[in-house]
Nanobody, 127 residues
Framework: VQLQASGGGLVQPGGSLTLSCGVS????????IGWFRQAPGKEREGVSC???????????DSVKGRFTIFRDNAENTVTTVYLQMNNLKPEDTAVYYC??????????????????WGQGTQVTVSS
């Protein structure tokens, strides 16, 4: 599996950004594709994911209502997964990674086991 993320940048508080991730390769139905982030001095945090089986979506409590994950399967071998981020806050500042992982409940976004990810993209929210 190969993943490549893009779309990060500098944005003011309250602004919006859309991250995109091109995913190629076989992904098991036991997995999800999603995003996690890591800020300096903080633990990695699952942000959002979408499952392979039924496109169910999951979000961290810190981003619910502000972030939306969706996918585009237009090309046969490449899936693009997007993370629309609205009403960004300074605490959203981090390096964002897209990845695949095994899902397990309950609380899927906290317990997902990330096994493949690409290079991250920096998101900075600052005035």
């Amino acid at each position: 599996v190969q993943l490549q993320a893009s779309g990060g940048g500098l944005v003011q508080p309250g602004g919006s950004l859309t991250l995109s991730c091109g995913v190629s390769g076989f992904i098991s139905n036991y997995k999800a594709i999603g995003w996690f982030r890591q800020a300096p001095g903080k633990e990695r945090e699952g942000v959002s994911c979408i499952t392979e089986t039924d496109d169910a979506t999951y979000y961290a409590d810190s981003v619910k209502g502000r972030f939306t994950i969706f996918r585009d399967n237009a090309e046969n071998t490449v899936t693009t997964v997007y993370l629309q981020m609205n009403n960004l806050k300074p605490e959203d500042t981090a390096v964002y990674y897209c990845g695949t992982g095994y899902v397990r409940g309950p609380d899927i976004i906290r317990n997902i086991i990330w096994d493949h990810w690409g290079q991250g993209t920096q998101v900075t929210v600052s005035s």
